[in-house]
């Protein structure tokens, strides 16, 4: 059963979600050659912290960081280490915090200085597909009209969603129903109503859609080793629109 929210309990979730964006937005102007993603994890705890919140990560499911730091292949939940940045990596960070009872969760893709035009094109065609995604996300849609609005884009573009990890439901636990692919067909699944929270995250690679664990037993990566690109919000239906909720203080709707 998919949880619906009362408008405290979003109004709660956007407060944290406005702190959420803050951090992101911070670690972001971090994201430079030379970097360590272990120092990237390290100034992410600090400052979720800092502005009253905890982690949403560590220790869910034993992951030992604040961050999520996905490197080139690397499609999800990638450990924070000593690595430091080159020129021409692809880096996704992905975090998530608990404020107030009510968790929420967002990711984006950066490029890490002078990057290819491929990787450039990635990124925007993923970031596109987030925005189709929330444009698609409305009373008496489904999940299924979603997912292949998704498909559809990236694969006009010439590239794969991931098929074997997914958005979700979020709140009062940081997974809840439904689990929402990046495929499929439309007319199928849940139908999205009033009140339903979740986070919309396409994934996209370059080549094969196929994954696989990686060597640090947490992260997932592309099978052919081919490079990929995440984004994600934290989103609500509030009566006929997709709002998000993971957005910067002052900052108008963007998607």
Not at 8 to 28: C, F, P, Q, T, V
Not at 172 to 185: A, F, R, T, V
């Amino acid at each position: 059963m998919i949880p619906i929210k009362t408008k405290k309990e979003i109004d709660i979730i956007r407060e944290g979600g406005k702190i959420l964006a803050e951090i992101m937005s911070k670690l972001e102007k971090m994201t430079k050659v030379g970097i360590s993603t272990k120092e990237l994890n390290r100034v992410a705890e600090t400052l979720v912290f800092k502005y009253k919140a905890k982690p949403a990560f560590k220790g869910h499911e034993n992951f030992p960081a604040t961050l999520c730091t996905s490197l080139n292949q690397v499609i999800v939940h990638g450990v924070p280490c000593d690595y430091k940045l080159k020129e021409g990596d692809i880096l996704s960070l992905d975090l998530g915090i608990l404020y107030k009872g009510f968790f929420t969760d967002m990711s984006r893709t950066l490029p890490v200085g002078k990057v290819t035009p491929e990787i450039l094109r990635l990124i925007m065609v993923t970031k596109e597909a987030l925005k189709l995604a929330i444009e698609e996300a409305k009373p008496g849609n489904t999940f299924g009209d979603v997912g292949n609005r998704i498909q559809r884009y990236v694969e006009s573009q010439g590239f794969n969603v991931v098929r074997e990890l997914c958005g979700h439901g979020i709140g009062k636990e940081l997974h809840e129903e439904p689990q929402i692919l990046n495929c499929g067909e439309r007319r199928e699944g849940e139908k999205i109503k009033e009140g339903m929270v979740f986070c919309l995250e396409p994934m996209v690679t370059v080549g094969d859609w196929h994954i696989k664990k990686s060597k640090d037993g947490f992260g997932f990566e592309t099978k052919d080793g081919s490079l990929s690109a995440h984004f994600e919000h934290t989103v609500a239906i509030i009566e006929d629109e997709c709002k998000i909720l993971t957005l910067l203080r002052g900052k108008p709707q963007s998607r």
